[in-house]
């Protein structure tokens, strides 16, 4: 519904009120789909003219389960739901049903979408073990380093 001002849309929600035509014919008057034209209609009729405004909204757990539960227990559609509950978009509906018979109420809440908000700390450079200074090694380093070399050494004999 944001591609279009309020405007636009109280002008084919007025054009449909007149009875003259079925949203089929006003949406091809208007160049709008059909279901957009029965969506605004019913969102107009339930909510007046802030129900055409752009709107964002957030909704919490227990909202969310309330309109689950008033649209099961009434029997609604997903498109009368969201006109009942001034929601803007139907297909959020299935998406909380889905997430709430797999996971119940817990599975409701908002989910953050993206990464972390904050940069991690950036790694700690280390020198790489080459360049450290063989003064810095312990006797156990040197050693082990001095036996990889002499493995390293045969092995290369061999080929």
């Known amino acids: 519904m944001s591609n279009h001002s309020l405007a636009f ?27 957009t034209v029965r969506k605004w209609v019913a969102s107009y009729e339930a909510h007046g003219v802030p129900g055409l405004a752009k709107k964002f909204s957030h909704y919490d757990a227990a909202f969310k389960l309330s309109v689950l539960q008033r ?24 998406d909380w049903e889905r997430r709430y018979e797999t996971g119940g109420i817990d599975a409701l809440t908002s989910r953050r979408k993206g990464g972390p908000r904050s940069m991690s700390e950036p790694p700690i450079p280390r020198e790489p073990q080459a360049l450290q200074s063989d003064e810095a090694k312990s006797r156990e380093e040197l050693l082990s380093e001095l036996n990889y070399l002499r493995m390293e050494n045969d092995y290369l004999k061999k080929l």
């Open 71 to 94: 649209m099961w227990k009434d029997g609604l559609s997903y498109r009368q739901t969201a006109a009942l509950f001034d929601i803007r978009n139907k297909g959020c509906l299935s």
């Open 9 to 35: 849309k109280l002008s084919v929600v007025e054009f449909y009120e007149k009875g003259e035509r079925s949203a089929r014919e006003v949406g091809a008057h208007f160049a709008v789909d059909h279901g």
